[in-house]
């Protein structure tokens, strides 16, 4: 596949990652904030609650440095993905996704000041999170595996540019 619709794959990616993290959040916007939706105890629960800060409600009340900050992550992210000719297909893929997650709360920030959180934890105390968040942290995580597996840089695969 050519360099040009291997960006266009992974625009989609982002896209799609971005889109279905919006669309389940349009839903839960719809429950009164505050209130628990679905249940499965001891585990977890889905309740509707607002995030002002960023990942783990760090700079909570500081949504202006947050938006300025993600805008400029996702923005060097999205350069990189488009430009660089040295990461392997796995590892663009994974960058996708993670633009996409971060696209999909960024939307928020900028249209409702605040992120739409909704997924709790109940077996420990760990701060509420969303689809995006887990696309991210996947993403990241899976990012890490091919650089300590030594596959972040694919010598063997062709050229993306």
Same mark, same amino acid.
């Given at each position: 596949?050519?360099?040009?619709?291997?960006?266009?794959?992974?625009?989609?990616?982002?896209?799609?990652?971005?889109?279905?993290?919006?669309?389940?959040?349009?839903?839960?916007?719809?429950?009164?904030?505050?209130?628990?939706?679905?249940?499965?105890?001891?585990?977890?629960?889905?309740?509707?609650?607002?995030?002002?800060?960023?990942?783990?409600?760090?700079?909570?009340?500081?949504?202006?440095? $947050? +938006?300025?900050?993600?805008?400029? @992550?996702?923005? =060097?992210? *999205?350069?990189?993905? &488009?430009? #660089?000719? !040295?990461?392997?297909?796995?590892?663009?893929?994974?960058?996708?996704?993670?633009?996409?997650?971060?696209?999909?709360?960024?939307?928020?920030?900028?249209?409702?000041?605040?992120?739409?959180?909704?997924?709790?934890?109940?077996?420990?105390?760990?701060?509420?999170?969303?689809?995006?968040?887990?696309? $991210? +942290?996947?993403?990241?995580?899976? @990012?890490?595996? =091919?650089? *300590?597996?030594?596959? &972040?840089? #694919?010598? !063997?695969?062709?050229?993306?540019?």
């Amino acid at each position: 596949m050519n360099g040009i619709n291997m960006k266009k794959k992974y625009l989609l990616f982002i896209f799609l990652t971005a889109s279905a993290d919006l669309l389940v959040k349009a839903f839960v916007r719809r429950i009164p904030e505050g209130t628990a939706f679905f249940s499965m105890p001891p585990v977890f629960d889905f309740v509707h609650t607002k995030n002002t800060g960023a990942a783990f409600s760090m700079f909570h009340g500081n949504p202006m440095l $947050v +938006t300025a900050l993600s805008m400029a @992550m996702l923005g =060097l992210m *999205l350069v990189v993905l &488009l430009k #660089d000719g !040295t990461f392997s297909r796995r590892a663009l893929t994974a960058l996708a996704v993670t633009i996409g997650g971060g696209m999909g709360n960024l939307v928020e920030r900028l249209f409702f000041g605040s992120v739409t959180d909704y997924i709790r934890i109940l077996l420990f105390r760990f701060p509420v999170f969303n689809l995006a968040d887990i696309f $991210v +942290t996947l993403s990241v995580a899976y @990012m890490m595996i =091919l650089l *300590l597996t030594g596959k &972040l840089e #694919d010598k !063997t695969e062709e050229t993306h540019g």
